[in-house]
């Protein structure tokens, strides 16, 4: 038996007991003005008791469960940062309630009984609101108060720092290497949505995208049980959006944090709306040995060229080297020299030629 079920029986048996109490001055009022009246005392009372019990039986639960389970629902899908706003808001409103109930008390009779909690409620509901709908605000405010500063004489909001992370990046799995070298500085945060989207991948009918959901969820678990980086599984959520990619832009916006990512798509969108995203395609970019035309290098030609006499060689990174007239050096490892460099968006491309032809 539920908890609405008990409350509407325990409703009905409330309501039926004042029903059977009241029925009588019910019967004797109306008596007064239908002298001749067809129902007994003992009828007026049954019936009274059956509505005022049939009453509690429907409304209890909307009066007792259901805002409870309502304010349950919002607590849950609230952040940390919008509770802690609102309860300092709540404080802070009914501290000003208090200061202002003893001069409203002076008032005339009336007014001075019914203002003061007037009062109470108006400035506890308008500090609430004040301070969750700037919630962001007040949290950057005391969060440059309250900012310590280390012995070498720098901030630390390193320690503070979160970072929400998308399926792309988890499914990517270099990940788990990145956090290794401790570039991350700071926390991974996981929402509910994106562990539910990695499951979804992982049941699916296609093998190839079942075998990348497998996959990060191993990453995932790697993450956690390494001690290098903190991975939190969060049930923060974001109400009334239901693309996952939507609800990271919202959820990042509300946490002040960045999106790791290696959605294209995501990364532009979120940019546009300001926030700040760390893309892993990005940084291994970055950091590719930097190779300049005329340097010298070793590779190994692995492959034939599209182009006629053309070979074709990969750096530690990935970086594809075309080599020209390398064919005839296929399975052996020369030296050669950087010819021309080209960037394009699949990545980058180095051409190059033997030194042996020179």
Avoid: W
């Avoid at 003061?116 to 409620?121: A, M, S």
């Avoid at 991974?188 to 990695?198: G, K, W, Y």
């Avoid at 609800?247 to 798509?265: E, G, K, M, S």
């Avoid at 070793?298 to 064919?327: A, F, P, S, W």
């Amino acid at each position: 038996m539920n908890a609405i079920i008990i409350s509407r029986i325990v409703g009905a048996i409330i309501l039926g007991i004042i029903g059977a109490f009241t029925g009588l001055p019910i019967y004797e009022y109306v008596s007064g003005f239908i002298p001749n009246l067809s129902l007994t005392q003992s009828a007026t009372i049954a019936i009274n008791t059956t509505v005022f019990a049939l009453i509690g039986f429907l409304i209890t639960p909307f009066i007792t469960i259901k805002p409870l389970q309502g304010l349950a629902k919002l607590f849950k899908k609230a952040t940390p940062q919008t509770l802690i706003s609102g309860l300092i808001g709540l404080m802070i409103g009914l501290i000003t309630a208090a200061i202002m109930a003893y001069p409203l008390s002076l008032l005339p009779k009336t007014l001075g009984q019914i203002l003061p909690f007037v009062g109470l409620v108006l400035f506890g509901y308008l500090g609430v609101v004040l301070f969750v709908t700037r919630q962001e605000d007040f949290m950057n405010l005391f969060r440059g108060m309250g900012s310590k500063v280390t012995k070498t004489g720098k901030s630390s909001p390193e320690s503070e720092r979160r970072i929400l992370v998308d399926t792309s990046a988890i499914i990517d799995g270099r990940i788990a290497d990145i956090a290794k070298t401790g570039f991350l500085g700071g926390s991974l945060i996981v929402p509910r949505f994106v562990l539910s989207e990695l499951q979804f991948v992982s049941d699916s009918a296609d093998s190839l995208r079942r075998q990348r959901g497998r996959r990060g969820l191993e990453v995932l678990a790697e993450l956690q049980e390494g001690k290098d980086v903190p991975v939190i599984i969060s049930d923060v959520d974001v109400e009334g959006v239901r693309e996952v990619d939507e609800r990271l832009i919202v959820l990042a916006q509300q946490l002040n944090c960045p999106i790791l990512t290696n959605d294209f798509n995501l990364n532009r969108v979120a940019e546009l709306q300001g926030i700040k995203i760390l893309n892993i395609n990005d940084l291994s970019n970055a950091v590719k040995v930097v190779l300049l035309p005329g340097e010298e290098f070793t590779i190994d030609v692995i492959q034939e060229g599209k182009e006629y006499q053309q070979g074709v060689g990969y750096l530690d990174d990935g970086t594809m080297v075309v080599i020209e007239n390398g064919q005839k050096y296929l399975e052996k490892t020369i030296l050669v020299t950087v010819t021309k460099i080209l960037q394009t968006s699949a990545g980058r491309m180095i051409f190059a030629k033997p030194i042996q032809d020179h």
